[in-house]
């Protein structure tokens, strides 16, 4: 039941690291470019805004989107058991959209607008939903490890199709394509990629989530309701108002909302920021952001380890301060030397996926028994939510100021207020007050 759990990160991890962070930046805003105007501006909807500032703004209006699909469809699963069905489903939505950005060329930026908005809508549910067997996968005193050997799988499996993406873009030459075509392919292989690997999640994980090892199925919280779609809003609501009575689940919740948001709005804008700002070629690009993944994964799995030793809050805490020098040297990093940004990639990656994996399993301990992908679906609106935000702040910077070193110094306020406000969490008593056991090391 792990080793599915863990596959589903290696799929989905393709969508991140390959889209995200990579590709789609650069190449959507060059799209952008072909088709602005004299004035270097494009019309969405009627809307006049930088072709530079597209993508960013691209981000944040999917990720409001998603928001309600999440709640909506994390309240769903709970009440019909179908975990596996729904996140399997939107997973292979996300990665047929993934895959038409094959067709992203020309001045079609609309186009990769469109798709870009139905596959992080999709790819957030599908994420939500897997969230929601963590508590099911092992004892609390376990989970710190397992949510860090998951986001280590991730690395690894996003990391390996960066290398073979890699070799097709620098060798497009050898093979006849320009580096466009060769950037569409790219694209393309990480839906692919998605949509082959979730096989092994739905063929290995149990419908329903919360289930321990080694228990049966029946034993857990039932379904509330045959019926898909009735009574979820009203469900949904009552989950927003139960949640009120945990209102250190809720503190805790505040301070991921804003930490987490910076870090996602540098992984989304990584790339942009690179090409933008400091010249950095596509090649250089993938370079740099495969040395995240692979870095990543020691990173993931060293955190973990530290970890269960001073416990996760401690360690989150010590990450947060990380994601704040590595910002401030990002700011002053000179233009045209790949060695420096390869050397920032690297602290991205050391600090990236352990600061995210024991956020999960912190937040695993404080949700209660039953309600894991209502809880879980909240918990990624609070990433997902707040992660409009910062990619608005980076836009609406550039916007002002023209410059890219502007906008992402501008996060360093995300990772700032996120730690004052974990430092005030309770984490012992916040877990006491869902009911849940508590594990010897926080």
């Not at 995200?20 to 470019?33: I, R």
């Not at 069905?85 to 060329?105: P, Q």
């Not at 949509?195 to 509330?224: C, D, I, M």
């Amino acid at each position: 039941m792990q080793f599915g759990w863990y596959i589903n990160d290696w799929a989905n991890a393709a969508f991140s690291a390959t889209v995200l962070t990579v590709f789609l930046g650069p190449y959507l805003t060059s799209v952008a470019k072909e088709a602005a105007d004299a004035r270097g501006n494009v019309h969405p909807l009627g809307l006049s805004i930088r072709a530079g500032s597209f993508f960013p703004y691209t981000v944040s209006f999917s990720v409001l989107l998603s928001v309600g699909a999440m709640l909506l469809l994390g309240t769903v699963a709970d009440r019909t058991g179908r975990h596996k069905e729904l996140m399997c489903g939107a997973a292979y939505v996300g990665s047929a959209a993934t895959m038409g950005m094959f067709f992203l060329g020309g001045d079609r930026y609309l186009l990769g607008g469109g798709l870009l908005v139905v596959a992080n809508i999709a790819y957030a549910v599908s994420v939500a939903l897997s969230y929601a067997y963590l508590p099911g996968l092992a004892s609390p005193d376990e989970r710190d490890k397992v949510s860090s050997k998951g986001w280590a799988y991730g690395y690894a499996g996003g990391g390996l199709l960066l290398i073979a993406n890699l070799a097709l873009f620098q060798g497009h030459d050898a093979f006849g394509l320009d580096s466009g075509t060769a950037v569409r392919i790219c694209l393309a292989s990480a839906g692919l990629w998605w949509a082959v690997f979730t096989l092994v999640p739905l063929l290995r994980l149990p419908s329903r989530a919360g289930v321990l090892p080694g228990q049966p199925p029946g034993t857990a919280q039932g379904p509330r309701d045959a019926r898909p779609a009735a009574g979820s809003l009203r469900e949904l609501g009552r989950t927003l108002r139960g949640m009120r009575r945990y209102p250190l689940t809720l503190l805790y919740l505040g301070a991921f909302l804003c930490y987490n948001d910076g870090i996602q709005t540098v992984v989304s804008q990584a790339s942009l920021y690179g090409s933008e700002e400091l010249g950095m070629d596509q090649t250089s690009l993938v370079v740099a952001v495969l040395l995240v993944q692979i870095v990543a994964i020691g990173g993931a799995l060293l955190l973990g380890r530290i970890a269960h030793r001073f416990g996760a809050k401690s360690t989150v805490l010590g990450s947060l301060v990380g994601w704040v020098v590595t910002l401030a040297l990002g700011y002053f990093m000179p233009a045209h030397q790949p060695a420096w940004f390869y050397a920032l990639a690297c602290m991205i990656g050391l600090v990236l996926g352990g600061s995210q994996a024991l956020s999960r399993s912190l937040f695993s301990h404080m949700i209660p028994a039953g309600r894991e992908a209502e809880y879980f679906s909240v918990y990624k609106v609070s990433d997902r939510g707040t992660s409009w935000m910062g990619p608005l702040v980076f836009g609406l910077a550039y916007q002002i100021t023209g410059s890219y070193r502007s906008a992402i110094i501008s996060l360093l306020v995300f990772f700032v207020i996120g730690f004052a406000v974990l430092l005030k969490v309770p984490v012992r008593r916040a877990i006491e007050a869902v009911g849940n056991p508590v594990p010897e090391r926080l």
